[in-house]
Each structure stands twice: as C-alpha cells, then as structure tokens.
C-alpha cells in the first residue's frame, strides 16, 4: 500500500504560469517532507523540504504548503519555467523512532511550454 | 553533477550472469545508500550503511548483495537475478544519516536483466 502518493503523473503549464504538484501521505507519524526534481539520465536532486511544524516554506521562486489535517502537501512554483520541466517526487519520512527510510511518491513530470 | 558518480551507467545481463554496481561519493559524506526505481512504481530503499556499516536492508532479496569498504565506496554485487530485477538502481549518500538531512543522488544505472 502506497504510502505517499502522488495521483497527476503528468502536469503541463504555460511559461510564467503557477505550477502546482500535490503530494498526499496516509501515514501520520511522517513528520517531515521533501521535494525532490530529476531530470532524464540524472539522479534526483533535493530541492526543498517542510516540517510537520510548519505550514509553509519558501525558497525563492519554490513554495511548499502542508495540510496536516488533510495529509496533503503541494509544491507551487512561481513563475514556472522552461527549465523546470523534470520528474518532481515528493518523500516523506518520520524523524523519531521507525527505521531510516525516505518514503518516495511515483513522480509527477511537469512540463512547462514556452 | 552532485559529487556522487556510479558506473556503469547502462548494464545488460542474463540471469547467471554475476555483476557488480559501483557507487562513489566525493562529498566526505559518511552514509550511503541503494535504492531502486521500477517502471511505473515509486523510489524504494533497498540499503542504508552508515560509517560502513550496514543500518537498514529493507528485506531485499539475497540475490542482492551490498558492499561498502569505506565511506566512499558503495556496490552492489548481482547474483542470478531475475527479469523483474531490472530497474534504474540509484545511490545516494548524505553528510550523516539523519532524516532530515538532504541526500545526494547518483544518475542511476539502468539494469536490463534478460
């Protein structure tokens, strides 16, 4: 059973358009989340992360909102652009206690159109 | 380029065959990881070693064998493996191993089992 998922495989916006990837998360003990973006034929790279103690985290362009009530988390790019076309996870994990696992989503690949 | 290389990066074997992935980091960072991407199916943690010792398998088949001689180098030996083994096989280390802390990925190598 999926524990992070991530239900739009695909997403595709308009240069200097709001992208929004949405992230849900079943189990409750996660406490920390992360974003992670790849491009092809390379490994994924962190891009941004919350705690379960927070709301919100922004990092320049990159905004990352959590609902803990909801169990979802998004991530709004703003103004998207060309380059940030890739294969966007979204990890989860819990900090205490469990083992030393990053529970990954499936990917959402955002394309965005000059 | 994350500073964590793995070679090769495209391996085609025939199930007796026995092969070996390597991964190096060059970030001093003293955890290491392996995980493992099927078609269609989210990022999943196959090892964790920490200061070269092995903290996690997360009930991975003996037909997988990890190795980690020192902190920088990581393997994975292959051993009559099956053609649902294919996948891209990812490594990754962190500075510490702790949850929160960001992980840097390798490009993968991409593992066709015939």
Known sequence: DQQVKQNSPSLSVQEGRISILNCDYTNSMFDYFLWYKKYPAEGPTFLISISSIKDKNEDGRFTVFLNK???????????????????????????????????FGKGTKLTVNP | ETGVTQTPRHLV??????????????????????????????????????????????????RFSPECPNSSHLFLHLHTLQPEDSALYLCASSRRLERRVEQFFGPGTRLTVL
């Open chain 1, 69 to 103: 009530s909801a169990k979802h988390l998004s991530l709004h790019i703003v103004p998207s652009q060309p380059g940030d076309s890739a294969v966007y996870f979204c990890a989860a994990t819990r900090t205490q206690g469990g083992s030393e696992k990053l529970v």
């Open chain 2, 13 to 62: 074997m025939g199930m007796t065959n026995k092969k070996s992935l390597k991964c190096e980091q060059h970030l001093g960072h003293n955890a290491m990881y392996w995980y493992k991407q099927s078609a269609k199916k989210p990022l999943e943690l196959m090892f964790v070693y920490n200061f070269k010792e092995q903290t996690e398998n997360n009930s991975v088949p003996s």
